[in-house]
């Protein structure tokens, strides 16, 4: 349930960022995930999409969502919903963006979704990481700048969530120890590439079919890194055709032995999905590690 000072504070938002009267007629409750309160608000300028959350953890966490909206939009490559304004009221966050009406997938969905991922990873900078920090789910995303993946992956990705783990109880001694010999190795594993633009929490739930038959995605968690990472993340839950990654292949082949490194780049989303959702993920985390050290 939204409440009447907030959606009156809302029309007052629209009504600025419009420049005209703007009213909210209804609004109804949508499923938007584990960690937010989602509404689709009708009004007399169209549908939109509202998340709101008590801002426990992160008050700049729709801001910093907002602006990977805009850096994947800009790229003109995929489609995802444009951020409109988001904002704070009475203990809550909210973050408004258009509104995709879902609907039937085209005849070429996988493949025209495989190629423009591929596409927006042909989007690169000199470094790995970005100009900020970020999230995914409740998590600070460090993306403090490297030259090299290695670095990178091991600095801020593996290292802080596995240390994490372990001071929780969820990971033992060894399993942190041998995260930090797999760390060590990590130059010989990956070659050399530059950066991609990612989404960065690329999982079925996270995309939907638009009224135009294509691919729209979302939530998403935005740094520069190696684009085997969006690659490893579509495939640790299922839910994509195996056209889609055909496609990605025929426009932009991954580098040789990519299938075996699939592993490893799961590790990150799966102490993040330990650190959040806890133990049912321990027993993927120390198998991954176990098969890398």
């Excluded at 592993?263 to 049912?280: E, I, K, N």
Aim: hydrophobic fraction near 40%; include cysteine; charge should be negative.
């Amino acid at each position: 349930m939204l409440h009447t000072a907030l959606l009156e504070h809302l029309q007052q938002r629209f009504t600025d960022f419009f420049s005209s009267p703007t009213s909210i007629h209804q609004y109804k409750s949508v499923y938007g995930g584990d960690i937010n309160r989602c509404f689709v608000l009708e009004t007399n300028k169209g549908n939109f999409f509202i998340k709101v959350n008590a801002s426990i953890f992160g008050l700049d966490m729709f801001e910093k969502e907002a602006g990977g909206l805009v850096q994947l939009a800009d790229t003109g490559t995929v489609k995802v919903p444009r951020p409109l304004f988001d904002g704070k009221f009475n203990q809550q966050i909210f973050l408004v963006i258009e509104y995709i009406q879902p609907g039937q997938a085209a005849e070429h969905f996988w493949e025209d979704f495989g190629e423009s991922l591929s596409r927006l990873h042909h989007k690169s900078e000199d470094m790995f990481g970005l100009g900020y920090n970020n999230y995914i789910g409740k998590l600070v995303q460090p993306n403090h700048q490297r030259k090299s993946w290695a670095d990178f992956y091991a600095t801020e990705r593996i290292l802080p969530l596995a240390r994490k783990a372990h001071q929780k109880g969820m990971l033992e001694e060894g399993h942190l120890a041998a995260a930090e010999q797999i760390c060590n190795k990590l130059h010989n594993i990956f070659p050399e590439e530059k950066s991609s633009l990612l989404h960065g929490d690329l999982w079925s739930g996270n995309f939907i079919t638009g009224a135009d038959g294509h691919a729209a995605i979302f939530d998403p968690a935005v740094y520069f890194g190696n684009r085997e990472m969006d690659i490893a993340m579509s495939l640790l839950f299922g839910g994509f055709d195996p056209v889609f990654h055909e496609a990605y292949e025929h426009h932009f082949p991954l580098q040789s032995g990519w299938r075996q490194r699939v592993a490893l780049c799961q590790l990150y989303p799966l102490l993040v999905h330990l650190l959040l959702f806890g133990g049912s993920y321990r027993e993927r985390v120390v198998e991954t590690i176990g098969q890398y050290k």
